[in-house]
RNA sequence: GUCCGGGUAGCUCAGUCGGUAGAGCAGUGGAUUGAAAAUCCACGUGUCGUCAGUUCAAUUCUGACCCUGGACA
């Protein structure tokens, strides 16, 4: 194959194969896998993120896995910062950086970047959410729409995250979210990228989804995530992902733990992560690839 | 066998003082600019267990029967 400087990133849904499509690519390429997973990025949760085997990383070399504690903060920015570091390590020693992962925000803003406002502030969200309790959301969208009614028009009243967070940037900065986001739309690329995209069938999917959640129930995820409890991770981010969630409700509650219906429950929550999923890649760009194709 | 509950959307249930019914979950589609595996939006005709009675009108009242949970025998 000729040289191809662009970025490769490997996207599909999750438990399509991508860490294995990427695995083989830098076999193929002399590549070392950038991951752009939400969950991936932390310590300790292990059984239930997907992260790549012993083996799959003793075949690439894998970066932003296992990078941060699970109380430390973590966004999209900070992401991009990362991942930007190790792709231009890669290339210093000149191997083929490959990103892979599910994460889709986290890639778009890697290609292209994300308007110029500061972080979230933990001491106005927190003031939002008082606010909230006060006038209820839809108070705080009628906030919103007082400095920003471009912003408001966009979000629904029950959207708090986006409410809050268009809210912030305006009160910290003085400047709309909405005029920030229509001057920046995306418009510009960071990287010239190659989408490669993992195509399965529905119903394939949802096979690989069920297979994949009861290996990760067989292989200790209750104990795992017990053992995160009671290690005082409740209340961190990737808690509240896929799975974990599921987990920790069912040990919540009173009675013992009903294994066939935590599995259809995890199953479920899959399978709806992975239609949103589906949404983010429609209309893009991607070279899409069948599993067991040689194509590379 | 007797007594008391239940039988309503794929599931768990609410409701109709008689005018053919609605939530949550699931499902499908969509949004997504520092929480993103998060957050949010849209989409709900189903013999209201069966048969009969009363009624202009019954899923709603009455009776019988069937199924089901519990209590007592």
Known sequence: ?????????????????????????????????VS??????????????????????????????????????????????????????IRGRGKRPIVCGGTFLWVRALLHGLVPAP???AALRARHQARVNEVGRAGLHADLGRVDPEAARRLAPNDFVRVSRALEVFELTGVRMSDWQAAHGFKTSRHEARLLGVRREKAELDQLILARCRAMLAAGWVAEATRLLQAGY???????????????????????????????????ATRVFARRQRTWLRDQPIEWL???????
């Open 1 to 33: 194959m000729t040289s191809d400087d662009r970025l490769w990133v490997v996207v599909g849904p999750t438990a399509s194969g991508k860490t294995a499509l990427a695995v083989e690519l830098c076999e193929a390429h002399d590549g070392e896998i």
């Open 36 to 89: 752009a997973d939400s969950v991936q990025v932390y310590r300790h949760f292990d059984v239930g993120s997907g992260k790549p085997s012993a083996e799959e990383r003793a075949r690439a070399r894998q970066h932003l896995i296992d990078v941060i504690e699970p109380n430390e903060p973590m966004d999209a920015a900070r992401f991009t910062e990362l991942a930007e570091l190790a792709i231009a390590e």
């Open 119 to 121: 972080p979230a502030d």
């Open 234 to 268: 409740a209340e961190t981010r990737p808690f509240s992902s896929v799975g974990y969630k599921q987990i920790a409700q069912a040990l919540s509650r009173e009675e013992p733990i009903d294994l066939a219906e935590l599995e259809l429950a995890i199953f479920r």
């Open 290 to 296: 069948t599993p067991g194709s040689t194509k590379l």
